[in-house]
Nanobody, 122 residues
Framework: QVQLQESGPGLVKPSQTLSLTCTVS??????????WSWIRQPPGKGLEWIGY???????YYSPSLKSRTSISRDTSKNQFTLQLSSVTPENTPMYYC??????????????WGRGTQVTVAS
């Protein structure tokens, strides 16, 4: 069974770039036809999908975050990484990595990490 684990600094300064890594075990990030996503949830609010890196290495980002987002991967370590630039103190959600696959035109998430809290403060 695939497992995902987020890691990264718990504190980032305003205007800096947030960088989080998701380590995957029990399955390869190059396996057809999975889409490795980053999702966040501000306190008391709903989930917001940030973007994904596909099994072939292509990426797709939420239009609202595209200009500030980059997702990359290291297949030798079975990891994928989120970089989100210009973070603000309002950006203090829980960040999750997840494995997705398309079903009926929708991206559905079958496995999730436990999440990591990131605080933006000086």
């Amino acid at each position: 069974q695939v497992q995902l684990q987020e890691s990264g600094p718990g504190l980032v300064k305003p205007s800096q770039t947030l960088s989080l890594t998701c380590t995957v075990s029990g399955g390869s990030i190059t396996t057809n036809y999975y889409y490795w996503s980053w999702i966040r949830q501000p306190p008391g609010k709903g989930l917001e999908w940030i973007g994904y890196i596909a099994y072939v290495g292509s990426t797709y980002y939420s239009p609202s975050l595209k200009s500030r987002t980059s997702i990359s991967r290291d297949t030798s370590k079975n990891q994928f990484t989120l970089q989100l630039s210009s973070v603000t103190p309002e950006n203090t959600p829980m960040y999750y990595c997840a494995r997705g696959e398309y079903s009926g035109g929708y991206l559905c998430f079958s496995s999730w990490g436990r999440g990591t809290q990131v605080t933006v403060a000086s």
